[in-house]
């Protein structure tokens, strides 16, 4: 982005420095709007909660419980299931999803413990187990719907390719004027993230889950509620409710989590922890939340789909 300041000056350049300097303000207004968190722009709200939780059972004598409407039934079941479903969910993403599209939802604290303004992507992902065997480079394409700020941002990220880096169109007119490349670790992308880029996906996902539960498979002071029936996207899903009944010293402790599974297709396609409230009464902190909606599995994806120079892209040539 340097400029070259060694031609000569004369009286006919000064309309061509002058344009200069006006495309190098504009950047610099770009470059300051990436700082304030570019990869999502919140409100730093630490307290503020998108949704309650969906408590079902807040003792054991909640077990083999169906629910008023006689179609959500609830029943205590052990972490071991919880880790079987998950582990089966992997195997099967790992042998038989290459690819998907989803519009995602992600409402998460920073790294700081600031609750982020929600928000809304289209994605197209290509996992790294193609064809069942892994080591591939993942691949991702993102396309911001909200908040209003990051509306029309794009993002491309491809492990093996451009040194690693994120290829970001920053929304806006400015933004629309270069493509900024950076560092998926770089304090700009990581500006309001819990996470890099680098983890992104239902894989990385499911892996998490199986990380966390297996340090609780034989807790005491973690109950298991299994609800069938609940309604996700108009589809009759699993709800999986992890309870803790006292604070540990895990990291990422929670008072409550929430993961929601489609057993038939093997995939978990929600996931929100709660932290815990300052007094008794309060509805507790999210911590996290992330939601699969309208998932299209092994569509096809081609390389262009994470091409900056695709003609449904606005990427600035």
């Known amino acids: 982005m340097a400029s070259d300041s060694s031609s000569a000056s ?105 609750l982020q303004e929600p928000s809304e992507m289209f994605m197209k992902i290509r996992t790294r187990h193609v064809g069942g065997e892994s080591g591939h480079g993942l691949r991702a394409y993102l396309r911001f719907e909200t908040p209003e700020s990051a509306k029309g941002r794009e993002v ?7 040194d690693g880096q994120l290829l970001v169109r920053e929304a806006g007119f400015i933004g629309s004027m270069m493509t900024a490349k950076l560092e998926p670790t770089n304090f700009l992308a990581m500006r309001g993230q819990r996470y890099p880029i680098t983890e992104l996906g239902l894989t990385n996902l499911v892996r998490k889950l199986i990380e966390r539960g297996s340090r609780d498979i034989d807790n005491p002071d973690v109950q298991v509620i299994r609800t069938e029936g609940h309604d996700f996207d108009g589809q009759s899903l699993t709800l999986l409710q992890i309870k803790r009944s006292i604070p540990s010293d895990q990291p990422d402790d929670f008072s409550l989590a929430e993961v929601v599974i489609d057993e038939e297709q093997k995939l978990i396609v929600s996931f929100r922890s709660f932290g815990w409230p300052e007094s008794e009464g309060e509805t507790p902190p999210l911590i996290e939340s992330y939601e699969y909606h309208d998932l299209v599995i092994n569509p096809t994806l081609t390389d262009l789909d994470f091409d900056p120079t ?8």
């Not at 300051?32 to 630490?46: H, I, T």
């Not at 491309?156 to 451009?162: A, R």
């Not at 695709?310 to 040539?317: A, K, L, Q, R, S």
């Open 10 to 114: 004369s009286d006919a350049d000064v309309p061509s420095r002058g344009r200069g300097r006006a495309f190098l303000f504009g950047l610099l207004c770009f470059v300051v709007g990436l700082a304030s968190g570019w990869f999502l722009r919140g409100k730093q709200s630490p307290r503020s909660v998108a949704s309650p939780p969906t408590v079902v059972g807040t003792d054991s004598s909640s077990a083999n419980r169906t629910s008023t409407d006689g179609q959500s039934a609830s029943s205590e079941v052990p972490m071991a299931e919880v880790l079987k479903l998950a582990e089966e969910s992997l195997q099967h993403l790992i042998a038989n999803v290459d690819g998907y599209t989803t519009r995602m939802i992600k409402h998460e604290q920073d790294r700081n413990g600031v």
């Open 156 to 162: 491309i990220w491809i492990e093996d390719q451009n």
């Open 310 to 317: 695709n003609p449904d892209y606005t990427f600035p040539e």
